[in-house]
């Protein structure tokens, strides 16, 4: 802490050095004084995304999920592509039970950006939250068609497999990705 106070005082316009320092503050369960930090950095940088990811955080981190939304659509005001602002606000929807607010912003970023694969993980843990374990299956499986290569897409989907107790599925699915990518050894993982 002593020591990004020293930075900040001595370039005030460093930006990075507030951000430091509420990390921190946060290590040392300072959380007022976190957010107190950031506050000081958007007033430097208003529309500084870094800056209001990691408030955002701190705001989550006092159970204030209103306030940490607010920081998130600042950002999304600003950049309506950022997907991991809008990952993010959807999680927050997600932690407060929102399940629909969760659902749009996941299917957002699956619309924008149908290439990576964040949106289609996150909707698929949504709905397995809710127990809709076909649609969770559905979205995961055809992700993952579309995206053959992506581990984390074929580590949710048997996941839910296993969940769902379709081990023969399970197993097949990752024997047929072996044999695509033999070197692959998340792949081998998952089969054992």
């Given at each position: 802490v002593s020591e990004f106070r020293t930075v900040i005082n001595e370039k005030p316009e460093f930006v990075e050095g507030y951000t430091r320092?509420?990390?921190?503050?946060?290590?040392?369960?300072?959380?007022?004084?976190?957010?107190?930090?950031?506050n000081r950095a958007l007033e430097i940088s208003p529309n500084n995304k870094a800056v209001r990811k990691a408030l955002a955080k701190v705001y989550v981190l006092?159970?204030?999920y209103h306030?940490?939304?607010?920081q998130l659509l600042k950002i999304l005001a600003n950049d309506p592509d950022d997907h991991k602002a809008r990952a993010e606000l959807?999680?927050?929807?997600?932690l407060d039970k929102n399940f629909s607010g969760a659902e749009i912003e996941y299917k957002t970023i699956n619309q924008k950006a149908p290439d990576i694969s964040i949106g289609?993980?996150?909707l698929g843990r949504l709905y397995a939250k809710q127990k809709k374990w076909t649609e969770?299956?559905?979205i995961l499986e055809t992700a993952f068609r579309a995206h053959p290569q992506s581990l984390a897409l074929?580590?949710?989907l048997i996941g839910l497999y296993i969940i769902r107790e379709k081990?023969?599925?399970a197993i097949l699915t990752c024997e047929n990705h072996i044999r695509q990518n033999p070197d692959d050894v998340i792949a081998y993982y998952l089969l054992g």
């Open positions: 320092l509420a990390e921190a503050h946060i290590l040392s369960q300072q959380i007022e004084l976190a957010a107190d930090t950031l006092k159970k204030d306030t940490a939304k607010a959807g999680d927050l929807y997600f289609y993980i996150k969770a299956i559905t074929l580590s949710n081990f023969a599925l």
